[in-house]
């Protein structure tokens, strides 16, 4: 095996998370999204009114901020 192939062959391994951890984020994401609902149904309904009122762009704009804070926050917590 080549240095280039033993290489890919690290990285490769160091990115596999595996079943386990991918569905423990998404169980994870489940509970924080139903932490609003739970303790505050009006302010849930209060949030989605306001964002019926929003254009498509300020939506997006919401969606890229809220997943850029998330890559970052990954970053600070990731496994080192």
Do not use: H, Y
Request: proline share 5%.
């Amino acid at each position: 095996m080549g240095i280039c192939e033993s290489r890919l062959v690290r990285v490769t391994a160091d990115m596999d998370i595996g079943w386990n951890e991918l569905l423990r984020a998404l169980a994870l994401l489940l509970v924080v999204e139903g932490i609003l609902p739970f303790l505050s149904p009006p302010r849930l309904k209060q949030a989605c009114a306001l964002l019926i009122t929003m254009s498509d762009r300020q939506v997006r704009l919401l969606g890229l901020i809220s997943m850029v804070v998330g890559v970052v926050v990954l970053n600070f917590v990731g496994s080192p």
